[in-house]
């Protein structure tokens, strides 16, 4: 089992004493071999770059059948993603459990704008939420996911035999002349 905290650092052992950053403990930097869990010291993990077109954390980890690599909160914490979080290839068999997915920015804003389109200028804040383009073999399993500038969950075709479940998908998107945006779940799966 390798640990995590907010005040983590890359250079970290990645154990409760000196844990790793959560970039680099997800990003496939790590030597996180099948069968690992990943454990989040609570608090909230803030993506630095808060411009709309930020890429947020990016996920790598490549657990087995046998063996799926767990990321969920340490027992009786709460975990906080402030930000985007994006599953992208190699990943498979990963099991994502109990996490929080916000954008603080919206907290108190109308969701009202004035400009068309799927992509808008205007709202300048980060997208938030989980994208999950691919990953084999995944689940993500009780995940509230609220208050994003885009869709909650964006959940794709290359996402294959991966699932959704428990999750509580709420107050995500935005209102614009043309219509309502951001789903709580985009799929083509």
């Not at 994502?96 to 799927?118: H, V, Y």
């Amino acid at each position: 089992d390798v640990y995590v905290a907010p005040n983590g650092d890359a250079g970290g052992k990645g154990t409760v004493d000196s844990p790793w950053d959560i970039a680099s403990a997800l990003d496939g930097s790590k030597d996180i071999q099948p069968g690992t869990t990943i454990y989040l010291d609570g608090g909230v993990y803030r993506f630095p770059d808060r411009s709309r077109n930020s890429e947020g954390y990016h996920v790598r980890l490549q657990g087995t059948e046998q063996a799926p690599i767990h990321v969920r909160p340490v027992a009786g914490e709460r975990v906080t993603i402030d930000g985007y979080l994006q599953i992208l290839s190699p990943t498979e068999h990963l099991w994502m459990w109990d996490l929080e997915f916000i954008t603080a920015e919206t907290e108190g804003w109308n969701r009202t704008i004035q400009e068309k389109g799927s992509h808008p200028d205007s709202i300048g804040v980060p997208q938030g939420g989980l994208n999950i383009t691919p990953g084999k073999n995944c689940k993500y399993i009780n995940l509230v996911v609220h208050g994003n500038a885009s869709s909650g969950i964006g959940f794709w075709r290359g996402a294959v035999d991966s699932e959704l479940h428990g999750c509580l998908i709420y107050d995500n998107g935005w209102i614009a002349p043309d219509r309502y945006h951001g789903p709580g779940i985009y799929t083509q799966n």
